[in-house]
């Protein structure tokens, strides 16, 4: 049976199998291993690309040293400014819809802030129980309020 046309739990069988009997402990090269992989980096080329991906290749294309050595290129760096600003706008359009606009962050930051300090969740000690208490009692959680402040402040 060719590995390249078995399941994903098959190869993943034979890959720990390899390791145990053909490559005393996994160090050499493994088949099924390389074909994980593959199939890993495969997946992955048919994501679409995330905020942190444009800023990767923005920080790449748009430096001193690109200028410096004269592969800066103004089309790029425009295109990758635009991309990221597509993010930016598709992110801000799915908080809103989700009831987290840049005033009802603020808001509820702000409330969560005085909660917080008025120790209403220990003041040593942590108690996870109030925490997700309050956070059930108030239809959002602590994560949710994160990434909102995250994206509103950048």
Same mark, same amino acid.
């Given at each position: 049976?060719?590995?390249?046309? !078995?399941?994903?739990?098959?190869?993943?069988?034979?890959?720990? +199998?390899?390791?145990?009997?053909?490559? +005393?402990?996994?160090?050499?090269? $493994?088949?099924?291993?390389?074909?994980?992989?593959?199939?890993?980096?495969?997946?992955?080329? $048919?994501?679409?690309?995330?905020?942190?991906?444009?800023?990767?290749? @923005?920080?790449?294309?748009?430096?001193?040293?690109?200028?410096?050595?004269?592969?800066?290129?103004?089309?790029? %760096?425009?295109?990758? $400014?635009? +991309? @990221?600003?597509? !993010?930016?706008?598709?992110?801000?359009?799915? @908080?809103?819809?989700?009831?987290?606009?840049?005033?009802?962050?603020?808001?509820?930051?702000?409330?969560? $802030?005085?909660? %917080?300090?008025?120790?209403?969740?220990?003041?040593? !000690?942590?108690?996870?129980?109030?925490?997700?208490?309050? +956070?059930?009692?108030?239809?959002?959680?602590?994560?949710?309020?994160?990434?909102? %402040?995250?994206?509103?402040?950048?």
């Amino acid at each position: 049976m060719d590995y390249r046309t !078995i399941s994903d739990a098959e190869l993943r069988s034979r890959a720990r +199998e390899h390791d145990g009997i053909y490559n +005393e402990g996994g160090e050499g090269y $493994n088949p099924y291993r390389a074909e994980m992989d593959r199939r890993y980096r495969q997946a992955a080329r $048919n994501q679409p690309r995330t905020r942190d991906d444009v800023l990767r290749d @923005l920080e790449r294309v748009d430096c001193s040293i690109a200028r410096e050595s004269g592969t800066w290129d103004a089309e790029k %760096v425009a295109a990758l $400014n635009a +991309e @990221l600003a597509q !993010i930016d706008a598709a992110r801000t359009a799915e @908080l809103s819809i989700r009831g987290w606009t840049a005033e009802a962050t603020a808001a509820r930051r702000a409330e969560w $802030n005085t909660r %917080v300090e008025a120790g209403q969740f220990g003041t040593r !000690i942590i108690d996870r129980a109030a925490i997700e208490a309050q +956070e059930q009692a108030q239809g959002w959680t602590t994560a949710e309020l994160r990434a909102a %402040v995250t994206h509103y402040t950048r």
